[in-house]
Structures are given as C-alpha cells and as structure tokens.
C-alpha cells in the first residue's frame, strides 16, 4: 500500500497561474480526485502522473456547474457507444 500524502494545503501552493501567460494544460492526471468544499469556495485537487498536486479552485456553484455538465457528456457518451444511459 502506498503512503499516505499530508493534506492539500491552498497556502502552500504554487501559483502557476501568476507565473505564465495565456493557456495551459494540465499534465495527465491520476483517477478519483479530491473535492475540498468550504462555506465560499470549493477546490478540486488532482493528482498528477508526476507525483505532483494541483488544485482547481471553484466556488460552490461552479463546483455544481461543473457536476451538471459532466454528468450530462458522460450521459452522452454512453448514449452514443450504446452503453446504459442514466
């Protein structure tokens, strides 16, 4: 089993974001990642095939959002490869 990572800290994080202009993607991420949700704001943290953490901050409702539209192209593509629809 592997060890167990110290939790996601937002306040020691790198901030990509100020440190490069214009678009970005993320290197390939591992599956099943972490939802963080507080009173004002929601983090999604993924885990990266490199080890590394990157966390995604929303707020609550794009957080939400985010789940509808999701879970709608996951409806549609089990639609389309004949799959289940749900």
Not at 16 to 34: H, I, R
Not at 67 to 75: G, Q
Request: charged share 20%.
């Amino acid at each position: 089993m592997t060890d167990a990572k110290p939790p996601f800290r937002p306040t020691d994080a790198v901030d990509v974001l100020g440190q490069a202009e214009g678009d970005f993607v993320l290197p390939l991420c591992l599956p099943k990642p972490s939802l963080l949700i507080g009173e004002d704001l929601a983090m999604v943290v993924l885990d990266t095939i490199h080890g590394q953490r990157v966390g995604l901050p929303l707020s609550a409702q794009g957080a939400a959002d985010l789940h509808a539209v999701l879970a709608e192209a996951i409806r549609l593509l089990q639609a389309r490869d004949g799959g289940p629809v749900q």
